[in-house]
């Protein structure tokens, strides 16, 4: 029977003052699906490692699934599937995992019929699969663990993707203390309602990092990592974020915020030096704390999701 194996990576999303609007890929870290054309019209979760047992096999509860059909719907197409899904990512840790399992389920589903869409076309399936997943059908996790690099969503309706550049030297740490968050509770956290001045702040900050990302100035990258919309509500949430923060601006860091929900932060550096430092620094901290951490260093991964064999 035909099979097909893709890679999904980890994603960041919202870039601190990017809600919802802005994510990017992180290398080697992610999700692995292997799709089998069947003689069916099902769809059907076949096996799943990597998730202590956690998650569904029910096809509409499982975001490779619900991707997938997404997809076989647009095309009036009832072919069967066999999905095999191996959690290369943490749940609920604000690493993008269920983007990651529809992305990598969407680019292995996409090749075995013979690639009818782009990656980028197939980010409104994945959307779909994060409906499902958070309650919610953003796009910042979706769209660069399928499409690489830092993507902005410049609107919703109709979906306006537009890739940016990535600065040369321009690193990440991600620190994961072991910590459930779920995405859906922490998006009940924040205000439904922002201030004008906020929104002025907010609106500052995106347009200050979009430019810096363009112009490779990472100072402007520096002084625009501030969200004033999602981090005071979200930020209780995470031990030790605070201490953090402080401490890896002495080291010379750029910034640092809460990977899409968290409780994962991300700290960006102009090195990979000043990176492995902050993941020290970081590593202390939760120490003091009685928190395991887990550090990843990582490049902005340009090239996003793709088919292993
Ligand atoms: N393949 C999957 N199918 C269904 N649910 C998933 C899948 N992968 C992760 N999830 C769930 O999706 C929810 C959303 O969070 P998740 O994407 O894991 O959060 P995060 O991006 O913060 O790690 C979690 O409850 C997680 O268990
Ligand atoms: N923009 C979303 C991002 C959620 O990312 P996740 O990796 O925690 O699923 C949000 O802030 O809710």
Do not use: W
Not at 197 to 216: C, E, M
Not at 249 to 271: C, E, H, K, M, R
Request: net charge negative; with cysteine.
């Amino acid at each position: 029977m035909k099979k097909i194996t893709a890679f999904a990576p980890a994603t960041v999303a919202n870039v601190s003052c990017g809600f919802d609007i802005l994510g990017f890929a992180i290398d080697q870290l992610g999700d692995r699906v292997t799709v089998a054309l069947n003689d069916t019209q099902e769809l059907k979760l076949a096996d799943i490692q990597g998730d202590g047992g956690k998650l569904p096999f029910e096809a509409k509860k499982n975001t490779c699934s619900v991707a997938i059909r997404a997809m076989l719907d647009h095309l009036g197409s009832d072919q069967g599937m066999d999905i095999y899904l191996e959690k290369g990512l943490p749940l609920g840790s604000g690493m993008g995992s269920s983007a990651a399992s529809a992305a990598a389920a969407l680019v292995a589903a996409n090749t075995l019929l013979g690639t009818p869409f782009s990656k980028e076309e197939l980010v409104p399936f994945a959307m779909e699969a994060e409906k499902i997943a958070c309650g919610a059908g953003h796009a910042d996790n979706v769209a660069p663990s399928l499409m690489g690099g830092f993507v902005l969503i410049r609107d919703y309706n109709p979906l306006d993707l537009i890739k940016l550049p990535v600065p040369l030297g321009l690193h990440c740490t991600l620190l994961h203390p072991h910590l459930e968050l779920n995405t859906a509770d922490s998006r009940s956290v924040l205000k439904k309602q922002i201030s004008l001045k906020d929104s002025t702040v907010q609106s500052g900050n995106i347009a200050g990092l979009i430019a810096g990302l363009f112009l490779q100035d990472f100072q402007l990258i520096s002084r625009s990592l501030k969200d004033v919309i999602a981090e005071p509500s979200r930020a209780l949430l995470i031990p030790g974020f605070y201490e953090l923060r402080e401490s890896i601006q002495s080291i010379g860091a750029l910034g640092s915020g809460i990977s899409g929900s968290g409780p994962t932060i991300f700290v960006l550096s102009p090195d990979k030096e000043i990176a492995i430092m902050a993941g020290k620094v970081s590593e202390q901290i939760f120490e003091k704390m009685g928190l395991d951490v887990d550090v990843y260093i990582s490049e902005v991964n340009d090239k996003g999701a793709y088919v292993l064999e």
